[in-house]
C-alpha cells in the first residue's frame, strides 16, 4: 500500500497509565512519559492511496482520517495500539477491518485548509461502534517539512 499523508496533527493527552491498561490486551505494556501514559489524536489527509504498481484513482485515493492510540511495548519492541480508527472511505473502512483487523469506522469527515491554518471535523456514523466526533482548527507552529 502506498500513500501520502498531510495535514497532520499530533494532539496528546496525559493519562494515568492504569486506566490504559483497562483498554489495551494484557500481553502489551503501556509506554510511560514522565509517569503517566498518553492518548494521542492525529487527524490526516490521505492523497494518493493505492495498491503497490497501480495509480491511484482520483475518488478512491484521497479521504481524511482520524486515529486514536496509545503506545505500547511488546516483548521490550515499541508500538503504536489503535483505540479507533476513522476514515471516510467505505472501501478504506472494509479493506482494514478484513485485512488487518483494526477497529476501523466509517465516519462523516471534513478538512478545509485556509492559508496554513486546517479546519478538521469528524463524526462517527456506523452502527459498529460507539458515537464520537472530533472538530479542532489547527496550524504550524514552527516550520513546515516533509518527513
Known amino acids: ?20 491498561h483497562r483498554v489495551v490486551p494484557p500481553q502489551l505494556t503501556v509506554d510511560t512519559f514522565e509517569g503517566a501514559g498518553w492518548i494521542g489524536v492525529v487527524p490526516f489527509m490521505i492523497r494518493g492511496a493505492r495498491l503497490p504498481l497501480t495509480p491511484p484513482t482520483p475518488w478512491l485515493s484521497d479521504f481524511p482520517e482520524l486515529n486514536v492510540r496509545t503506545y505500547v511495548t511488546v516483548n521490550g519492541r515499541p508500538g503504536v495500539y489503535f483505540l479507533s480508527l476513522d476514515a471516510a472511505s467505505s472501501l478504506a473502512v472494509f479493506a482494514a477491518r478484513r485485512t488487518y483487523r483494526l477497529p476501523y469506522f466509517r465516519a462523516t469527515m471534513s478538512t478545509v485548509r485556509q492559508g496554513d491554518e486546517v479546519s478538521y471535523s469528524s463524526e462517527r456514523r456506523t452502527r459498529g461502534g460507539e458515537a464520537a466526533g472530533f472538530r479542532a482548527r489547527y496550524r504550524p507552529r514552527g516550520p513546515v517539512f516533509t518527513a
Not at 1 to 20: G, I, K, N, T, Y
Open 1 to 20: 500500500m502506498s500513500q501520502v499523508w498531510r495535514d497532520l496533527l499530533f494532539a496528546h493527552w496525559r493519562v494515568p497509565a492504569e486506566q490504559l
